[in-house]
Nanobody
Framework: QVHLAESGGALVQAGGSLRLSCVAS????????MAWYRQAPGKERELVAQMSSDTTTHYADSVKGRFDISRDNKNNMVFLQMNSLKPEDTGVYYC???????????WGQGTQVTVYS
């Protein structure tokens, strides 16, 4: 079992920046994927960015060049630096963990990001 705790969501003006953090605890397998998803009101949850334990990254097209995902593997943390925020970035941001051996998936409770113009 893996527990994920996010922090860093806030109300921010368009053009501003935020940094989200997520710490994982529990049975952490060294080979894994950590990611950020978001869900806007009335929309499906979507992948924002992911980074595997071998540092391979993937970003949604809508955030490329603005968002940066990073990890602190020693402390089982993942971060999302969000720059040049837009109102369409508004949503609940969820931390995601996929265990590498059997593909077990875990989700955090989410943190609200609201970008106003």
């Amino acid at each position: 079992q893996v527990h994920l705790a996010e922090s860093g969501g806030a109300l921010v003006q368009a053009g501003g920046s935020l940094r989200l953090s997520c710490v994982a605890s529990g049975d952490i397998f060294s080979r894994n994927i950590m990611a950020w998803y978001r869900q806007a009101p009335g929309k499906e949850r979507e992948l924002v960015a992911q980074m595997s334990s071998d540092t391979t990254t993937h970003y949604a097209d809508s955030v490329k060049g603005r968002f940066d995902i990073s990890r602190d593997n020693k402390n089982n943390m993942v971060f999302l630096q969000m720059n040049s925020l837009k109102p369409e970035d508004t949503g609940v941001y969820y931390c995601y963990f996929e265990e590498g051996a059997f593909g077990y998936e875990f989700w955090g409770q989410g943190t609200q990001v609201t970008v106003y113009s």
